[in-house]
């Protein structure tokens, strides 16, 4: 089957890059990306690019290709739908907040939503590829919910998970590691991946496409991320016995990174991993193993959030205990918001919980962050519901230029691994800073010998210019 129409319902993070990608590489295919949020399509349909509702770097460019040509977005989900040959589904699947399984299983009422929108307005077979990141044996329930309202229509359901990481998604979409594939092993089932199959293949080698049963599928896509984000908490676990020892973690990560059995990425010692996925995902893993009985499975999972956790608040208190253990009225500035750089995206960056903890005791934050808005900012913190709206206001001021919100403070946090940050005129920010200036660079990625040394030659009684 030759596929010329696909709809995705969702035009967030995932599916917005993702849809844009394949409408630039398939000019033949008419893409169309469509969400309940009226404001998010208009933003993606708006003239300025440097608005888009995600920014990535690269997207712009594929977007401004694509859109119109065969690249569209809409809020008329049934009409997309029905139109479509294929249709994705890549809505938010986050942690559920009430109920069974609150803070551990993924919430997929906007699956099963999409799932009986899809039975109700298809007037013809279609194949339903899942692209959101869902717990293994999703696609048993979403084909249920099809064939029992689906009004007598085949669907064939597929399961393709996203691999591509924010801030590089568009590299990663065109030049990918592996697309993965999975579906029924009968022959309609084989006959839809060879389809999904087509489409990739208009720019990814044949060999980076590898095709599995649709439960493979779905849980190499939650292993992934485990795997990926243990190795994250694996370092930190490090880092702290660094801190210890007087080994450098840098220096240790090089050492093993060199190991051609380990490799060398995903070893940079952090203020703890964010992101949409991670620990939503391995909460997930861990509730399933629960569910089948598998305890020490689930436990081992969950460690790599603990350890997480404890790396934000020791972030946290080593700020509080260098500050002569009170930042009551404080200025602390953060250089950073977002979960990782080159994203404006915030869920659940580490900055939020840091910053968090610091109100706890009363610290007075300044936040700068080069893409991350005011309103993204407060909206974080309120989500957590420890405190009023308020409040929050009254000790987190957000601004927009970095040595406004570095002047009188007495200690800067590095959250996020902002590229600019490096190049910033230090000596000038060391001189607005009350002191003795310190800086926690929860991140790596200063010159920590340069800071200490510019801050002693300054001043030999200042020589506490320290690092994290
Ligand atoms: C991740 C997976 O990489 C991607 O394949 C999946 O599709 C979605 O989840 P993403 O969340 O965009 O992607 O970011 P990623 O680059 O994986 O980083 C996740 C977090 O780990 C970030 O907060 C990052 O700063 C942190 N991290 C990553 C570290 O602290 N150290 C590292 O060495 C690498
Ligand atoms: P992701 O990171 O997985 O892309 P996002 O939250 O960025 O997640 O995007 C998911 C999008 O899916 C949101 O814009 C949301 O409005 C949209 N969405 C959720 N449910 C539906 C639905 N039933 N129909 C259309 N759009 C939906």
Same mark, same amino acid.
């Given at each position: 089957?030759?596929?010329?129409?696909?709809?995705?319902?969702?035009?967030?993070?995932?599916?917005?890059?993702?849809? +844009?990608?394949?409408?630039?590489?398939?000019?033949?295919?008419?893409?169309?990306?469509?969400?309940?949020?009226?404001?998010?399509?208009?933003? *993606?349909?708006?003239?300025?690019?440097?608005?888009? $509702?995600?920014?990535?770097?690269?997207?712009?460019?594929?977007?401004?290709?694509?859109?119109?040509?065969?690249?569209?977005?809409?809020?008329?989900?049934?009409?997309?739908?029905?139109?479509?040959?294929?249709?994705?589904?890549?809505?938010?699947?986050?942690?559920?907040? %009430?109920?069974?399984?609150?803070?551990?299983?993924? @919430?997929?009422? *906007?699956?099963?939503?999409?799932? !009986?929108?899809?039975?109700?307005?298809?007037?013809? @077979?279609?194949?339903?590829?899942?692209?959101?990141?869902?717990?293994?044996?999703?696609? /048993?329930?979403?084909?249920?919910?099809? @064939?029992?309202?689906?009004?007598?229509?085949?669907? /064939?359901?597929?399961?393709?998970?996203?691999?591509?990481?924010?801030?590089?998604?568009?590299?990663?979409? #065109?030049?990918?590691? !592996?697309?993965?594939?999975?579906?029924?092993?009968?022959?309609?089932?084989?006959?839809?991946?060879?389809? #999904?199959?087509?489409?990739?293949?208009?720019?990814?080698?044949?060999?980076?496409?590898?095709?599995?049963?649709?439960?493979?599928?779905?849980?190499?896509?939650?292993? =992934?991320?485990?795997?990926? +984000? /243990?190795?994250?908490?694996?370092?930190?676990?490090?880092?702290?016995?660094?801190?210890?020892?007087?080994?450098?973690?840098?220096?240790?990560?090089?050492?093993?990174?060199?190991?051609?059995?380990?490799?060398?990425?995903?070893?940079?010692?952090?203020?703890?991993?964010?992101?949409?996925? &991670?620990?939503?995902?391995?909460?997930?893993?861990? %509730?399933?193993?629960?569910?089948?009985?598998?305890?020490?499975?689930?436990?081992? *999972?969950?460690?790599?959030?603990?350890?997480?956790?404890?790396?934000?608040?020791?972030? =946290?208190?080593?700020?509080?205990?260098?500050?002569?253990?009170?930042?009551?009225?404080?200025?602390?500035? &953060?250089?950073?918001?977002?979960?990782?750089?080159?994203?404006?995206?915030?869920?659940?960056?580490?900055?939020?919980?840091?910053?968090?903890?610091?109100?706890?005791?009363? +610290?007075?934050?300044?936040?700068?962050? $080069?893409?991350?808005?005011?309103?993204?900012?407060?909206?974080? #913190?309120?989500?957590?519901?420890?405190?009023?709206?308020?409040?929050?206001? !009254? #000790?987190?001021?957000?601004?927009?230029? $970095? %040595?406004?919100?570095?002047?009188?403070?007495?200690?800067?946090?590095?959250?996020?691994?902002?590229?600019?940050?490096?190049?910033?005129? *230090?000596?000038?920010?060391?001189? +607005?800073?009350?002191?003795?200036?310190?800086?926690?660079?929860?991140?790596?990625?200063?010159?920590?010998?340069?800071?200490?040394?510019?801050?002693?030659?300054?001043? $030999?009684?200042?020589? /506490?210019?320290?690092?994290?």
């Amino acid at each position: 089957m030759k596929i010329t129409k696909i709809c995705c319902i969702g035009a967030g993070y995932v599916g917005g890059p993702t849809m +844009a990608v394949i409408a630039q590489k398939c000019p033949d295919i008419t893409v169309t990306v469509v969400d309940i949020n009226q404001a998010r399509i208009d933003a *993606w349909n708006g003239e300025d690019l440097d608005k888009l $509702p995600v920014y990535e770097p690269g997207l712009d460019k594929v977007v401004a290709e694509a859109r119109g040509r065969n690249l569209f977005f809409s809020t008329d989900v049934n009409k997309a739908i029905d139109e479509a040959q294929m249709v994705f589904i890549s809505v938010n699947t986050p942690t559920k907040t %009430y109920g069974e399984g609150k803070g551990m299983a993924a @919430d997929l009422k *906007w699956v099963e939503l999409c799932a !009986r929108q899809i039975a109700a307005a298809s007037t013809s @077979d279609k194949i339903v590829v899942e692209k959101s990141t869902l717990p293994v044996r999703t696609a /048993q329930a979403v084909k249920d919910i099809l @064939d029992n309202t689906g009004g007598g229509r085949k669907f /064939q359901i597929l399961s393709n998970p996203e691999f591509l990481a924010e801030g590089t998604a568009v590299e990663d979409l #065109l030049a990918p590691d !592996r697309v993965l594939i999975g579906g029924d092993p009968g022959p309609e089932g084989q006959e839809a991946i060879e389809a #999904l199959v087509s489409v990739y293949a208009a720019w990814v080698p044949r060999e980076r496409i590898l095709t599995t049963n649709i439960w493979s599928s779905e849980l190499s896509k939650l292993t =992934a991320n485990a795997f990926l +984000a /243990q190795r994250v908490s694996s370092i930190n676990a490090i880092s702290e016995l660094c801190e210890q020892t007087g080994a450098d973690v840098t220096e240790v990560a090089r050492a093993i990174g060199a190991d051609s059995r380990i490799g060398p990425k995903f070893l940079k010692a952090s203020v703890g991993f964010g992101g949409s996925c &991670f620990q939503k995902d391995i909460l997930n893993m861990v %509730y399933i193993s629960r569910s089948y009985g598998l305890t020490e499975v689930a436990d081992y *999972w969950e460690q790599v959030i603990k350890m997480n956790d404890h790396q934000k608040a020791r972030f =946290a208190k080593n700020i509080i205990k260098s500050l002569y253990n009170t930042v009551n009225g404080k200025k602390i500035t &953060f250089l950073g918001w977002a979960f990782k750089k080159d994203t404006n995206d915030t869920r659940e960056s580490a900055a939020i919980y840091v910053a968090d903890h610091l109100i706890n005791e009363q +610290a007075q934050i300044t936040v700068y962050d $080069p893409k991350v808005s005011e309103e993204k900012i407060y909206a974080d #913190l309120e989500y957590l519901n420890t405190r009023s709206p308020e409040e929050i206001r !009254r #000790l987190v001021k957000v601004v927009y230029d $970095p %040595y406004e919100a570095c002047l009188d403070a007495h200690a800067v946090a590095i959250l996020t691994e902002w590229d600019e940050f490096v190049d910033y005129d *230090w000596q000038r920010i060391y001189e +607005a800073m009350l002191k003795p200036a310190k800086v926690f660079d929860g991140r790596n990625i200063l010159p920590h010998e340069e800071l200490r040394t510019m801050a002693s030659a300054y001043s $030999p009684s200042e020589r /506490q210019y320290s690092n994290y």
